[in-house]
């Protein structure tokens, strides 16, 4: 079963314009992972926050957590047509074990 | 560092096969962990391996299976496919820590028939 929920569904932005989606779960974490997908391929890692972390930058990309309120963006900055894609975020469970629990996605369009 | 690896790409298979599908990961990764993703279920989590012992599973019929080897490659098995098996099939690498990030592969598509 799928722990988290994005926000919104989908999303349709011109190139310039920022981006940004939200995510909610369910448990306590160890970290919450971001990933971007490109038409049914594989995941591409975005980046990885941890639960102790409140907010992190990569490049174009911000990403926040507040686990208190068990939530997480990511902000996409300055959009481009190469950045549509569906963004999933995927939380690791404080087990010490390997597993992500994903939420059920964004789909961004980027047009030009 | 080579990317994690899948073979095959695509897969089309009929109602009662079984099928097998290899990944190899990221040189120095141990930790092999597989997905499903289907538009109706979104990514569901199935197994992980690490150091040849499956550490976690998830919520599947014991019809899926898999296995590490020692150079930690990993394959995992579905016998008795039924159509609600096709899906893309995604295997992560990373080092095992439970903070460690996961590196997907391209993934295996397959279809039942």
């Known amino acids: 079963s799928q722990q988290g929920e994005e926000d919104p569904q989908a999303l349709s932005i011109q190139e310039g314009e920022n981006a940004t989606m939200n995510c909610s779960y369910k448990?306590?974490?160890?970290?919450l992972q971001w990933y971007r997908q490109n038409s049914g391929r594989g995941l591409v890692h975005l980046i990885l926050?941890?639960?102790?972390?409140r907010e992190k930058h990569s490049g174009r990309l911000r990403v926040t957590l507040d686990t208190s309120k068990k939530s997480s963006s990511l902000l996409i900055t300055a959009s481009r047509a190469a950045d549509t894609a569906s963004y999933f975020c995927?939380?690791?469970?404080?087990?010490?074990?390997?597993?992500?629990?994903f939420g059920t996605g964004t789909r961004l369009l980027v047009s030009p | 560092k080579a990317g994690v690896t899948q073979t095959p790409r695509y897969l089309i298979k009929t109602r009662g096969q079984q099928v097998t599908l290899s990944c190899s990961p990221i040189?120095?990764?141990?930790?092999v962990s597989w997905y499903q993703q289907t538009p109706g279920q979104g990514l569901q989590f199935l197994f992980e391996?690490?150091?040849?012992?499956?550490?976690n599973k998830g919520n599947f019929p014991g019809r899926f299976s898999g296995r590490q080897f020692s150079n930690s490659r990993s394959e995992m098995n579905v016998s008795t496919l039924e159509l609600g098996d096709s899906a893309l099939y995604l295997c992560?690498?990373?080092?095992?820590?439970?903070?460690?990030?996961?590196?997907f592969g391209p993934g295996t598509r397959l279809t039942v028939l």
């Open positions: 040189s120095g990764h141990r930790s």
């Open positions: 926050i941890r639960s102790n972390e």
């Open positions: 992560a690498s990373s080092q095992g820590r439970s903070y460690n990030e996961q590196f």
């Open positions: 448990t306590s974490i160890n970290n």
């Open positions: 995927a939380t690791d469970e404080d087990t010490g074990f390997q597993k992500l629990v």
């Open positions: 391996y690490f150091s040849e012992t499956q550490r």
